[in-house]
């Protein structure tokens, strides 16, 4: 069946714009998750949903990250005032359950670039 | 709270000869482990995980993690290399049962292989 996607693959931005980036989960998965991998780290939790709501946003950075799930399945990552530290390789990922230890499914990411 | 220590950055080894990939935990509750593997422009894939069954834990391609409580290790290893292990590994933590739960991924080894 069809993975987890991400769209789009890259992003070019200006310092200052605002970006969205988009996750398509696998089909029937009700968790979600973000994360933002930064050159030479390993990925960085930033927000998890469990069906529409967020479960868990501890990891967002600041009030400029913003994201939603509205009908549960496809979710947005929105950025707003971009700065040049926000460039990334944001990932996506879904899994059947809600709790951390269950097997996430990772789409091939978003690499953000700010000018 | 949970961290993860990947021991080395960097892993060369010659095709067909052991691999072993190091990595420390700590955790305040039960830890989930796992390791996940990511190709260049492929998404992270799940190699195994271990969630307080057997210690010893099989995974895909070959690889295997043994869950050392008393060393606070989960080493991942594979008897023979092949030239397509050749990726970045990381090693990955979540405490189960925590008030605090999070998950937390290590820097990451790149493993070389020679041929």
């Known amino acids: 069946g069809a993975g987890v996607s991400q769209t789009p693959s890259n992003k070019v931005t200006e310092k200052g714009k605002y970006v969205e980036l988009r996750c398509d989960p696998i089909?029937?998965?009700?968790?979600l998750y973000w994360y933002r991998q930064s050159l030479g780290q390993g990925p960085e939790f930033l927000i998890y949903?469990?069906?529409?709501?967020?479960?868990?946003d501890s990891g967002l950075p600041n009030d400029r990250f913003f994201a939603v799930r509205p009908e549960g399945s496809v979710s947005t990552l929105k950025i707003q005032r971009t700065e040049r530290g926000d460039s990334a390789v944001y990932l996506c990922a879904s899994s059947r359950g809600g709790s951390f230890t269950d097997t996430q499914y990772f789409g091939p990411g978003t690499r953000l670039t700010v000018l | 709270a949970q961290s993860v220590t990947q021991l080395d950055s960097h892993v060369s080894v010659s095709e067909g000869t052991p691999v072993l990939l190091r990595c420390n935990y700590s955790s305040s509750y039960s830890p989930s482990l796992f390791w996940y593997v990511q190709h260049p422009n492929k998404g992270l894939q799940l190699l195994l995980k271990?969630?307080?069954?057997?210690?010893l834990v099989k995974g895909i391609n070959g690889f295997e993690a043994e869950f050392k409580k008393s060393e606070t290790s989960f080493h991942l290893t594979k008897p023979s290399a092949h030239m397509s292990d050749a990726a970045e590994y990381f090693c990955v933590v979540s405490d189960q049962g925590g008030r605090d739960d999070k998950i937390i991924f290590g820097k990451g080894t790149r493993l070389h292989i020679l041929p």
């Open positions: 271990y969630t307080s069954a057997a210690t």
């Open positions: 949903f469990q069906g529409t709501g967020a479960a868990d």
């Open positions: 089909s029937g998965h009700t968790a």
